[in-house]
Each structure stands twice: as C-alpha cells, then as structure tokens.
C-alpha cells in the first residue's frame, strides 16, 4: 500500500500558506486512519492525496482489475463511502481539533457519479425549459446537490435545495425575470 502526495493548490485564502499546510495535515490524517483501515481489512488499495480549490481530496484505488473489495466500501449508492468519509473527517476532527471538507473517493466512484449527475441535471434542464415548470430530481447528500447546482448554473437555469434531511432535493426552474 502507497500513499502519493500531489499538491495542486489553487483558489486558497490570503493566508494560503497557512490554510496549504492545515489541508496537507487534514490529508495525512485521513490517509493515515484510512491505511490502517485498509489494513485491519486486508485490503489492497493506494491512497492519493490532493489539494486543490481548498479542499482535500483523498483517492483510493487499485491496481488490480477487480477490485470487489474496494467496491463493497463503496456500497449501494455510495452509503458505505459516505459513512468512510465522515469516519475520515472525524478522525481529523480528533488529530487536529479542525472540522474537514475532506472528500473521499473510492474506485472512481465520484467522478462516475458526477458524470451521472451531470446527465440528470442536463435532462431537467431541458424539462424545465419545454414546461416551464419547476423540476424536482430526487433526494441526494449535500455533495451531490453542489454538483447539480453548478451543472444548473452552467447550464443558465437556477435551482434550490429542498427538504430536509434524508429527503433533500434539488429543485431546478427557470429563472425569474
């Protein structure tokens, strides 16, 4: 198992030097709790750590072409990897007394994941433009809105979250003149 730092930081705050080094810890934290958790597993897996527009993001992947065990910290619908990634954030919170915007990534599922959203947000685009009615997608994790609300945004329409909880959900619409 390997860890491989890549730092492409961009986007930091004016004390950047200071803010670089708490998301370099918040990185090696995480890579650390996740290794060992790798380990206790017997899973194979490398872990990579990027710094990029403020935020720490931690890749872990494999080599080998079926990779079933990393498949199954990922779970159905991401729910495995959601709970990986809050264990991550609090055993930063514990190490740096720092509350982290980490995201973890497992097996690409995220970028897969964004590539699926993307597509949603382009079909309710599209919805809202021939109705011009509101379009209301189902309920996804705060990280999942983000993506959609930025594809929106692209895209020239508004959306909002609604909801709560569990059940919060992006609503997109044309926007009002």
Not at 30 to 48: M, N, R, S, T
Not at 117 to 127: F, G, K, P, S, T
Not at 129 to 150: C, F, G, N, Q, W
């Amino acid at each position: 198992m390997s860890t491989e730092h890549i730092d492409e930081s961009v986007d930091l705050p004016e004390d950047g030097q200071a803010a670089g080094g708490r998301l370099e810890e918040e990185g090696d934290v995480a890579a650390d709790y996740l290794e060992e958790l790798l380990d206790i597993a017997d899973i194979d897996g490398d872990i990579d750590i990027e710094v990029r527009s403020g935020r720490t993001y931690i890749s872990v992947v494999s080599e080998e072409e079926d990779n079933a065990a990393l498949q199954a910290l990922v779970g159905p619908d991401g729910e495995v990897l959601e709970a990986l990634q809050e264990l991550a954030r609090l055993s930063v919170l514990t190490a740096t007394e720092n509350r982290s915007r980490l995201v973890l990534d497992i097996t690409g599922y995220r970028a897969e994941r964004s590539a699926v959203l993307r597509r949603l947000a382009e079909d309710a685009v599209a919805r809202a433009r021939e109705t011009a009615e509101p379009v209301a997608l189902d309920p996804m994790s705060a990280y999942e809105r983000k993506i959609v609300h930025d594809a929106v945004a692209e895209l020239g329409l508004v959306s909002e979250s609604e909801g709560e909880g569990s059940g919060r959900h992006v609503v997109v619409m044309l926007a009002e003149s």
